[in-house]
């Protein structure tokens, strides 16, 4: 089952676009594989960008927040 995208994003549903952005890059440079030797951090990586590719959208954001996973 997948986490929360906003867990994923140590962010809360209130976060402005901006705030989830801030996070966003500094998860991804924390997990960037090329960066992070831990065999985990790829996966990690991975699921960081997508919970910012839905979280990023207005449309798919709002589906998301109505929805959960199901709404994308």
Known sequence: ???DYYEV???SRTATK??????????????HPDV????NAAEHFKEISEA???L????KRAAYDRLGHAGI
């Open 36 to 39: 992070n030797p831990d065999p």
């Open 56 to 59: 990023s959208d207005d449309d």
């Open 52 to 54: 910012y590719a839905v």
């Open 18 to 31: 901006e705030e989830l952005k801030k996070q966003y890059r500094r998860l991804a440079r924390q997990y």
């Open 9 to 11: 994003l140590e962010g």
């Open 1 to 3: 089952m997948k986490r």
